[in-house]
């Protein structure tokens, strides 16, 4: 008799569970994305009344 493997009802539904298929890749922190996203907003806002067009 075959083995039945306890895959749950989201895998039998065809859900993904991403945080499981995902092993590969550029691993970035999120404080990281946070910073730069601030950073880049306080420049462009600088430059804008640095330099207005």
Do not use: H, N, W
């Amino acid at each position: 008799m075959a083995k039945k493997s306890k895959t749950g009802f989201q895998s039998a539904a065809g859900l993904i569970r991403y945080f499981e298929e995902e092993k590969t890749g550029v691993k970035i922190d999120p404080r990281f994305i946070i910073v730069f996203a601030i950073l880049t907003a306080v420049v462009i806002t600088a430059l804008k009344i640095l330099y207005p067009v």
